[in-house]
């Protein structure tokens, strides 16, 4: 049996689409029909008329998709538990308790969250949509759950006034300054792209800050010989395809929950209809209005 084909196939017959994230492993990018950052997947999963929806990515991902479409069958092939290490940084008790704290404030919460904390939110951000619905949410004050990283980045482009959770990505605030330096004694000059889950010292050492699509954009129009890429180093199979004939540098990022999905998992999910996620109904219909914010605040003029 030809894998591909066969997933090829199922597909067709399911009416199905594969959604996969610039951090996933290189051959579930090369069979997905979009690879993007968290904020187009979550666009291209609500647009899409297709019935099932294979998402390829991490647990709150795969929950997105079911909140913005709960008619569809949503898959999430991993073979094993994989949540984001952010999912359980924050929780709806301790949201509602903050809320009491900052009666004036509205809750922003980034998309690398549980359900149910989106559930008690305004609205919800990705790393590409945060400063548009921070500014453009009918609040001065906001609560900013649950990365302190992005919430700083955030508030260096704002004037109005973030108060930080103390959540964050463990890949990405593990980095250093001296990480950097070391490879840039290493490897000569280079320009840095970085991702906003950085902490403000490494941030501050980079040429450019962005989501994964943000860098992705930032080669195009950053001239150099060499790039030192701070963010998981999944995104190098995108790079790849689209620079190949630029040099990049990348340090030693690698999220796990991100790789527990495969082509072969990819098939049972389509051929037995497998791994389906399914979310209570009240969790949805409570975070489909964060979410929702969240498109509505991002496009906002
Ligand atoms: S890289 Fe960090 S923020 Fe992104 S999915 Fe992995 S643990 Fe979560």
Not at 164 to 177: A, F, Q, T, W
Not at 195 to 208: K, T
Not at 243 to 249: Q, R
Request: with cysteine; net charge negative.
């Amino acid at each position: 049996m030809n894998l591909i084909e066969e997933i090829k196939r199922l597909k067709k017959e399911r009416n199905a689409i594969i959604l996969a994230h610039y951090y996933q492993n290189p051959e579930v990018q090369e069979i997905a029909d979009y690879v993007g950052d968290s904020y187009f997947l979550s666009e291209i999963g609500k647009k899409s008329e297709a019935q099932v929806i294979v998402y390829c990515g991490v647990q709150f991902m795969a929950e997105s998709a079911k909140i913005l479409s709960p008619e569809k069958i949503v898959l999430f092939p991993a073979y094993t538990c994989a949540p984001c290490c952010m999912e359980n940084q924050a929780n709806e008790k301790l949201i509602l308790e903050k809320i009491k704290e900052y009666p004036n404030a509205k809750v922003v919460t980034y998309i690398n969250s549980s359900s149910g904390v989106k559930a008690a939110s305004h609205a919800v951000c990705t790393s590409s949509s945060a400063l548009q619905v921070v500014n453009n949410i009918d609040a001065d004050e906001i609560l900013f759950v649950p990365d302190k990283n992005l919430a700083s980045w955030v508030q260096e482009q704002t004037t109005k006034k973030i108060i930080p959770y103390e959540g964050c990505c463990n890949i990405h605030d593990r980095v250093k300054p001296s990480d950097l330096e070391e490879a840039l004694e290493k490897n000569g000059p280079m320009k840095i792209l970085a991702h906003p889950e950085c902490r403000p010292s490494v941030r501050a050492m980079a040429d450019y800050v962005g989501s994964t699509a943000g860098i992705l954009k930032a080669i195009e129009d950053i001239d150099a010989d060499k790039y030192l890429i701070v963010t998981e180093k999944g995104i190098a199979h995108e790079i790849g395809k689209r620079y190949p004939d630029k040099k990049f540098v990348y340090l030693n990022m690698f999220c796990s929950p991100m790789k527990k999905i495969f082509p072969e998992t990819i098939y049972e999910a389509l051929n037995e209809l497998k791994y389906e996620l399914t979310l209570p109904e009240d969790i949805i219909n409570r975070a489909k209005m964060s979410l929702e914010n969240m498109h509505y605040y991002a496009n906002k003029k």
